[in-house]
């Protein structure tokens, strides 16, 4: 129900950007983030961004990497910079419906940052 792109493998040092957009028609307003889960761990929250903007992250990205949204499109981005190799993992976006929480998520999209 929603699609991620702008994974890859990046040095350590470096930037990617991921996007997420619904692949199919979504009514209502929506909170969104982006998760993450590396091998042998469980899914942790990287990032939220509100339906009115405001924005957390995990302790271990803050000052890298920059979550954004767009609500006209109802898509939502994270700029990752200075990458490390502990933020290889599985990125996962989540939109929660603000009315009844009901959940959304991609499929995943894979980003391997070597040292």
């Known amino acids: 129900q929603l699609v991620e792109s702008g994974g890859g493998l990046v040095q350590s040092g470096g930037s990617l950007r991921l996007s997420c957009a619904p692949s199919?028609?979504?009514?209502?307003?929506?909170?969104m983030g982006w998760y993450r889960q590396a091998l042998g761990t469980q899914r942790e929250l990287v990032a939220i961004?509100?339906?009115?903007?405001?924005?957390n992250y995990a302790d271990s990205v803050q000052g890298r990497f920059t979550i954004s949204r767009d609500n006209a499109k109802k898509t939502v981005d994270l700029q990752m910079n200075n990458l490390k190799p502990e933020d290889t993992a599985v990125y996962y976006c989540?939109?929660?419906?603000?009315?009844?929480?009901?959940?959304?998520w991609g499929q995943g999209t894979q980003v391997t940052v070597s040292s």
């Open positions: 199919i028609t979504i009514f209502g307003v929506y909170d």
């Open positions: 961004i509100t339906n009115r903007g405001s924005t």
């Open positions: 989540k939109f929660t419906r603000v009315i009844d929480a009901r959940e959304y």
